[in-house]
């Protein structure tokens, strides 16, 4: 069976009578060039540039190959039916062969349609002597010249409206990922940051090297997808000639079948393969030109593994106002963990992360409500309790996530002690926040009184005193970054109507949050004091004033 890519000359005949075709022929030969042949110069016009006087490629190759001649040569490309046409340019440039000398120059004329006597034409314009040599491609040569460059033949392929889903040249594939989000995002955002920026040189450096090496590039980032793009970005970024004719050889393959056809007998230059299936083993395939992707935990001695750094998520922020995002648009970046696939989720790409499938219920909407706990903290481990999830339950689920592709926790440490948290806590809410159970929320309600509704044992000291409670032990029972955490839970629960009601009914999420506060907030200074690190900043001076006067 015919794959969507296999191009004939009858398709680029029928292709060449399209309004664009005029506009699009110098781009289809300039792929080609660019995918097939060493060149050390290449200019040529596009689109409205091809109405312009003057050659319409100028070409110079390091070495023969099967359509573009060695050394300097001048094309001329057309459209047209009628041989006149073939006879009007060479003798328009052979008139005026500007900036060539024709002694030392082949010319190359270029036909959309199919030419029944081009043999002899180039035969009868060479006789004439004023050109090194002459040559004529006809619809048939074109269509041979694309069975040698696999990523042209697909990207031509889409052009006459038969795309394939398993292959997408470079273009295509950064084209699809910006497309994800309601508004584009730059697909540079992969390289955000300085280290991003070194390694991209690494794998530009790889690319070059490709055809002569036989080993794969293994490339581990927060996600395969991540990887991949990272990978794309950086040779879509690389504005060098050589640069242009690695992209021009690049393929992004979805299946086995894709990838065994485009790591099949080479043909021209070697391609560039990014794979994007969940299998390492074409890693242990001597195919030079491949790069694998790979996600979620390293093993130890991975030292051959390319791991692309996290990216810092201001960078983010910057990289989005630059590119016409407004701050507050751009800030949204902030909550991404300097995760791409976070970052496209907050911007509106609709996409359930797979750790998200088989995960524990219980356990998982427990850490969504505290959204950060200290693990050697007996009264956080009550907290979670109370929730109604198994401790050693959460804290596992915790290190099974941080493993996973995607990463959705982080352990770090604060004041020398372990904390487990949300790399993203806005993102995991978007698609977490519909799922807690009625019986984990009904706790919530009651646990998050307890938690916040303590009096700061601070307060028992006189005010000169305050100020060393923590080494008078004179601290809430749970840790600050659980209290923290389920504050910032009620806020998102209060906003949260819409994506609860499926389970809990109309303003569920409100009326909660405002039940729990009409009971905390209680008119003594004192529950206010011993909530003024979790209140709104504006009311943090009043209750530090209170506190230490220890009167309303």
Known sequence: MAKPWDINGDDIELWSQQHDASAELPDLVRQLLLATVPLSTLTTTTHAGTRLPGWDMIVRASRESAFCPQGASGWELSIEERRGKLDDDFKKRSADPSPFDPKDTTYVAVSARRISAKIRWAGEQ?????????????????????????????????????????????????????????????????????????????????????????????????????ALVFVAAALATDVSPEGHQICARTLVVHTEEALRGALGPASGEPLIVLSNLSSTAPADRAHGALVVPLEGHLPSGSDDVLKVEPAPFMRFVEMLKKDGFSETEARRAQDSGGNLASLQRLFGHVALPRWVEGAPSVPLATMLLVGSFQPGNQEDRDVLALLGADPGEVEALCEHLALAPDAPTIK?????????????????????????????????????????????????????????????????????????????????????????????????????????LQDLLQPAWSNWASLSNLLPRRFRSVTRSACIQGTT
């Not at 991209?200 to 293994?218: D, P, S």
């Not at 305050?466 to 840790?479: M, N």
């Not at 303003?507 to 909660?512: T, W």
């Open 126 to 226: 060479q006789a004439k002597r004023t050109w090194k040599d002459v040559r004529l491609l006809d619809a048939d040569d074109l269509a041979a010249w694309l069975a040698l460059a696999p990523t042209v033949a697909r990207w031509f392929a889409g052009k006459l409206g038969r795309p394939s889903a398993d292959v997408e040249d470079l273009d295509t594939f950064l084209h699809t990922w910006r497309g994800r989000t309601p508004r584009p995002l730059p697909f540079k955002l992969a390289l955000a940051g300085e280290k991003r920026l070194q390694q991209a040189e690494t794998v530009r450096a790889w690319a070059r090297q490709a055809g002569r090496r036989g080993r794969a590039l293994l490339v581990h980032a927060h996600t395969r997808d991540e």
């Open 412 to 516: 770090e440490g604060r004041y020398g002690r372990a904390v487990w948290r949300w790399r993203a806590e806005e993102d995991v809410w978007k698609f977490l926040g519909g799922r807690i159970p009625a019986d984990t929320l009904r706790r919530f309600a009651e646990t998050i009184r307890l938690v916040l509704g303590e009096q700061d044992p601070s307060l028992e000291l006189p005010p000169e005193e305050r100020l060393q409670a923590p080494f008078l032990e004179k601290i809430f029972r749970a840790s600050d970054v659980l209290r923290e955490g389920m504050s910032r839970a009620l806020v998102r629960l209060a906003l949260s109507d819409e994506t609860l009601a499926t389970l809990h009914g109309p303003q569920c999420g409100s009326h909660l949050a405002s039940y729990v």
